[in-house]
């Protein structure tokens, strides 16, 4: 392998199977930096190749992403297929749902180890090209074995912060408490730093929520990462195959995972070193650190959101 390589650590290739997108969510960092114009889907025999490699080095999980990968119309289950059939995996689908009706859910049977849909804040969507409450009707009625629906992200933001422990009730009651939702905030495009109130107001809902359900897996994840990564010390690392059929500027797999381990290790060496970090109590906790950066603008969230966690698991810091 590589020196930086780590065994525990969970290791997930994603095929960014298209660009394209109907949706196109105001918050989605792809949706502005992407050109709709821009038509290339992942070709089948690029997919095959990089299939055929991922599967020697261990890769375990398989996602695909875009833009919206049900884009694909049909192809996108030979494509399930062809993951299945050289990894031994079925990958993860992530979706907004919009291509999804009953025709479709019938040719996604079997073909998926999970449909994340990302919904939107039942109270206030901030996309309405889905149809939320038909998306939410359809996870509910149709999550099966043979069809993994589950939630992705969900947009939370600051005016609604608030209201986090109505909103996570309404979409775990909506699945009768089979899987938890997996909240967000909105801060990849662009960062709006909450109000002194709407921070507290996070750490409060956070701490509501943590007491009643205990550890959620997903909480935040773009801030805090997931404390069961924390608590085994593993670290997610992602690898993106673009519609291109190249890694960015890398051009195999193994440079690219390479890079990935050797940024997050130069953030954590940074971290280790900032004086900023090092009088600061979450030290210990704050290991996430998605994007090769600190990110000291996203601290102010992140602080409520440990306190709510701690607060809520009445751990003392
Ligand atoms: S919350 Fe901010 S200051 Fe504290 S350890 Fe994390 S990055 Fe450093």
Not at 24 to 34: D, E, H, I
Not at 264 to 281: F, H, M, P, R
Request: glycine share 4%; hydrophobic share 35%; aromatic share 14%.
């Amino acid at each position: 392998m590589f020196p930086e390589y780590r065994e525990n650590d969970v290791s997930v290739l994603t095929f960014n199977l298209t660009w394209n997108c109907p949706v196109r969510c105001s918050y989605c960092y792809r949706a502005m930096t992407v050109s709709q114009s821009n038509k290339d889907t992942l070709k089948i025999e690029s997919l095959i190749k990089e299939c055929k490699i991922a599967s020697e080095y261990g890769i375990k999980e398989y996602r695909f992403s875009g833009g919206e990968p049900t884009s694909l119309g049909n192809a996108l289950f030979e494509y399930a297929d062809v993951v299945f059939s050289i990894t031994g995996q079925k990958p993860v689908l992530m979706t907004s749902g919009y291509h999804i009706d009953d025709a479709w859910l019938a040719k996604a049977r079997g073909k998926f180890s999970a449909i994340a849909v990302s919904v939107e804040n039942p109270l206030e969507p901030l996309q309405k090209v889905v149809n939320n409450k038909r998306i939410l009707e359809i996870i509910r009625q149709n999550t099966c074995d043979e069809l993994p629906l589950s939630y992705g992200l969900t947009m939370i933001t600051a005016d609604h912060f608030k209201n986090i422990p109505q909103i996570f009730d309404l979409l775990y009651e909506n699945v009768d408490k089979k899987f938890y939702p997996q909240l967000d905030y909105p801060c990849l495009k662009s960062l709006v730093e909450p109000s002194h109130t709407q921070l507290e107001e996070l750490r409060e809902s956070t701490a509501h929520v943590y007491k009643n359900y205990g550890v959620i897996p997903y909480y935040f994840v773009y801030l805090v990462g997931s404390l069961l990564w924390l608590e085994e010390d593993c670290r997610r690392v992602n690898i993106n195959l673009h519609p291109e059929g190249n890694y960015q500027i890398y051009d195999s797999l193994l440079e690219r995972w390479q890079v990935e381990y050797r940024w997050q290790n130069y953030v954590l060496d940074q971290q280790s070193t900032s004086a900023i970090c090092n009088k600061c109590e979450w030290l210990d906790s704050c290991k996430h650190h998605p994007f090769w950066d600190l990110r000291y603008d996203w601290c102010k969230i992140r602080k409520s959101l440990f306190e709510g966690i701690y607060q809520g698991l009445n751990i003392e810091q």
